[in-house]
């Protein structure tokens, strides 16, 4: 079926996206809610739906996977907090239907490529905006094992790096802008000292894909800054601004462009 996908920007939406199409979908279209730009501390909102920082890199993104990219700004906020969601004036989940809305009547899309493994909180949400949109969700991460889903995001080749932390033993001057295999070996030695989530479900890390299969060509961070959220003593929160990107050929591309 003709599917858009929710991005983010990270590891687990690109991981879904590339799960659809083994499972013989198309990816015709990305969807991404941004925060507004002139909201004090936009790069990370405080949302219990969505990732927003490493916002400003999803232009790039999507013009990696060369295909239209649909984006919306988040007006709303977390107001139904229940285990189960009712259609709410004002709340976040809102800015999703309306976004979906939008692709669906753009793009005659039948399903949406959405890369939760654990949150309840999203499933629920993500669902009911799909039910009434008459859109079939896929979610091929959902209650997967979290070591399994690390180790073949690593061996499909997804290139994607942390730029945020948020939990004890994560430090921002030595893990932001790490890529995930550099990381596994110590993600898998937190979750046994302290029962991180090895794939950062529990919010102890976001991460940022600049390189997957489904790319064409590959996201260059030139430069960016650490930008210090709470200067917690044992589990400080940080992240990554980017400042500056490029993209470039990948390996092997321009020699198929020439021929």
Not at 40 to 55: A, C, I, R
Not at 121 to 145: D, F, G, S
Request: with cysteine; charged share 30%; glycine share 6%.
């Amino acid at each position: 079926m003709r599917v858009a996908a929710l991005i983010s920007g990270g590891k687990d939406s690109c991981y879904n996206m590339m799960q659809c199409i083994a499972a013989g979908h198309q990816i015709v279209a990305l969807a991404n809610l941004r925060p507004a730009e002139n909201q004090v501390g936009s790069d990370e909102l405080d949302s219990y739906m969505y990732q927003t920082v490493g916002h400003h890199a999803i232009d790039l993104y999507a013009e990696a996977m060369a295909l239209p990219l649909y984006r919306r700004t988040i007006r709303g906020r977390s107001v139904d907090t229940g285990r189960v969601y009712t259609k709410c004036e004002g709340d976040e989940v809102e800015d999703l239907y309306e976004l979906l809305k939008l692709v669906k009547e753009k793009e005659e899309v039948e399903g949406i490529s959405v890369g939760a493994i654990l949150s309840d909180y999203q499933r629920v949400r993500v669902e009911n905006v799909c039910k009434r949109l008459n859109l079939q969700p896929l979610a091929y991460l959902w209650q997967r094992n979290q070591e399994d889903l690390l180790q073949e995001m690593i061996s499909s080749n997804i290139q994607a790096i942390i730029i945020k932390v948020a939990a004890l033993g994560l430090d921002p001057d030595k893990h932001l802008g790490k890529t995930l295999d550099q990381m596994e070996p110590y993600l898998l030695e937190l979750s046994k000292k302290y029962g991180v989530h090895v794939c950062g479900e529990g919010g102890e890390y976001e991460t940022f894909t600049l390189d997957c299969p489904l790319f064409k060509k590959k996201i260059i961070v030139d430069s960016s800054e650490v930008v210090t959220h709470s200067a917690d003593a044992f589990a400080p929160v940080a992240y990554l601004r980017f400042l500056e990107l490029h993209l470039e050929d990948k390996k092997g591309q321009r020699k198929k462009e020439d021929e």
